[in-house]
């Protein structure tokens, strides 16, 4: 009685560590992130620089593959500009200051063959990008998600993301 306890101990250790470094190993891009950084490659030269002088933001992916992204310029919140909802009376400054902000929500799929992420936008701050695809290259450093667009346009972005905990 003695031997099985002892291995149903050790198979639900084991089970446990194996579970643990296969989550270390491959970590899981679901989940809330925050916009570590964003840089820009500048093609003469090949180095790097803050996109915009700075941005922020925050990444969704949820289990039920839905995604959410908000990016904004740094300090973006800390502004003192009324901002009415739902009016066609909004001043020409507080029009300006949305246009530091870049959102939109949809659907997302993973192709782990490629570390490529589509994002399918469902809508978007940008009336034009209703409906588009966005490719994201990606990978883990540590607990540290890289990705890269694909599309040619954002290709020279890179964008560093911290998990929420």
């Excluded at 198979?11 to 570590?36: D, F, H, M």
């Excluded at 290259?137 to 964008?159: A, C, W």
């Amino acid at each position: 009685m003695n031997k099985i306890k002892y291995i149903v101990v050790a198979a639900v250790l084991w089970s446990s560590i194996s579970c643990q470094n296969e989550r270390y190993n491959n970590p899981s891009i679901t989940g809330l992130w925050k916009l570590e950084g964003m840089k820009v490659r500048d093609t003469t030269t090949n180095t790097w620089s803050p996109y915009r002088g700075g941005m922020d933001g925050y990444l969704l992916y949820g289990n039920n593959n839905h995604v959410a992204l908000h990016l904004y310029d740094n300090g973006y919140e800390n502004v003192d500009i009324e901002f009415p909802n739902f009016t066609d009376s909004i001043s020409l400054e507080a029009l300006k200051h949305i246009t530091k902000s870049y959102y939109y929500m949809g659907n997302y799929k993973v192709s782990e063959a490629d570390s490529i992420v589509s994002h399918y936008k469902l809508s978007h701050s940008n009336p034009s990008e209703f409906g588009l695809t966005a490719q994201r290259r990606f990978y883990f450093v540590g607990d540290t998600l890289i990705m890269q667009p694909v599309e040619r346009k954002n290709s020279r972005l890179k964008l560093k993301w911290l998990k929420v905990k």
